[in-house]
């Protein structure tokens, strides 16, 4: 269980992984050693899984984003095997969610345009069997992208 300090340590990373140890430590009221070593048991517990940069794709050239809906015929373990590895396979695949509900799973894609979106297609999901549906929604305008957990 976290507790408050380690909530607040994770939202300021979350903000800026950039901050040194010695910033966090005064902004929450540690120690720079005792900061250090709470961030330090997070990564080692799991918690914080990775450091990454937060980019702009369509600043970066990729202007075609779509959240797409993939219905399976069924649900065989050599089938959602192929489909889990060629989704894996697949740059263009930022997330992948199995879910529940009408829909098996819920990809969102970014592509340099809809040329690159069709290309993918053909490529990947129009060749693999066990695909009864896929329902493409294009994304007009992000509202909220929020790359921190919010506090429970």
Request: aromatic share 6%; with cysteine.
């Amino acid at each position: 269980m976290l507790e408050q300090i380690d909530w607040k340590l994770l939202e300021l990373l979350q903000q800026d992984a950039r901050l040194s140890n010695q910033e966090m430590a005064e902004k929450v009221g540690l120690s720079a050693s005792s900061c250090w070593r709470r961030v330090k048991a997070l990564e080692e517990a799991g918690v914080i899984r990775a450091y990454r940069v937060e980019v702009d794709a369509a600043k970066a050239g990729l202007g075609f984003h779509a959240i797409m809906h993939i219905t399976m015929t069924r649900h065989s373990r050599e089938v959602v095997d192929r489909f889990t590895a060629e989704v894996m396979r697949h740059d263009e695949v930022v997330e992948c969610f199995a879910t529940t509900g009408a829909m098996d799973y819920q990809l969102r894609v970014l592509c340099r345009d809809l040329d690159a979106f069709n290309a993918f297609m053909e490529r990947t999901l129009f060749r693999l069997d066990g695909i009864a549906q896929v329902q493409t929604h294009l994304v007009l305008r992000p509202i909220k992208m929020r790359a921190a957990l919010p506090r429970p």
